[in-house]
């Protein structure tokens, strides 16, 4: 059974880069290929930013992508969110989660997720 | 993106009544829909995927259906621990879009 727990700063600067990390424990991070972040915002709703490979192929939002870069540390057993310059809009609930497989990415492992304000 | 569209927005039910939840999406997406029940403070949780297939351990008075464009969530006789927040997600084309959420509330 896998669990994820995300973790990092709960403020952050605005123009500021928003950094979280998932870690993994149940199983290695190298029983599963993808790994994902997605969060929540009362005005957005839930929004997929994006996915890594266990390559390093990412895939990220287009909406999110010219900020946003997703690392995976296999000696850690954990993965990681950069967001640069953010903004109010960017303030969120944070989860990490795990897609079913390679062909199903519907998420049925999901951090409890971690809030994230950005401030002016 | 496909725009995933969901109604209603709140739903005031009782205990024991058939509540349904429609998904609508955009485009054509097969059956590649998820549904997800979320309690304040909580993750979502996985209850359906491929539009009708009851994720494992989620009590079968869910259920889902529909394709293509048009889904549906159906809880045949709703219980207490029931009332929450259901979301969709679908998983045809990136990015995965989600839904904007159905709130059922009690009556």
């Known amino acids: 059974q896998v669990r994820l727990q995300e973790s990092g700063p709960g403020l952050v600067k605005s123009s500021g880069t928003l950094s979280l990390t998932c870690a993994v424990s149940?199983?290695?991070?190298?029983?599963?290929?993808?790994w994902s972040w997605v969060r929540q915002s009362p005005g957005k709703g839930l929004e997929w930013i994006g996915e890594?490979?266990?390559?390093?192929?990412?895939n990220y939002n287009p909406s999110l992508k010219s900020r946003v870069t997703i690392s995976v540390d296999r000696s850690k057993n954990q993965f990681s969110l950069e967001l640069t310059s953010v903004t109010a809009a960017d303030t969120a609930m944070y989860y990490c989660?795990?897609?079913?497989?390679?062909?199903?990415?519907?998420?049925?492992?999901w951090g409890q997720g971690t809030l994230v304000t950005v401030s002016s | 993106d496909i725009e995933m569209t969901q109604s209603p927005s709140t739903l005031s039910a009782s205990i024991g009544d058939r509540v349904t939840i429609t998904c609508r999406a955009s485009?054509?997406?097969?059956?590649?829909l998820a549904w997800y029940q979320q309690k304040p403070g909580k993750a979502p949780k996985l209850l359906m995927y491929?539009?009708?297939s009851l994720e494992s351990g989620v009590p079968s008075r869910f259920s889902g259906s529909g394709s293509g464009t048009e889904f549906t969530l159906t809880i045949s006789s709703l219980n207490p621990d029931d009332f929450a927040t259901y979301y969709c997600?679908?998983?045809?084309?990136?990015?995965?879009?989600f839904g904007q959420g159905t709130k059922v509330e009690i009556k």
């Open positions: 989660a795990i897609p079913h497989s390679d062909y199903d990415y519907y998420y049925d492992y």
């Open positions: 149940g199983d290695p991070i190298s029983s599963r290929n993808w």
């Open positions: 890594i490979f266990y390559s390093g192929a990412t």
């Open positions: 485009q054509s997406i097969s059956r590649w």
């Open positions: 491929k539009a009708s």
């Open positions: 997600q679908q998983y045809n084309t990136s990015p995965w879009t």
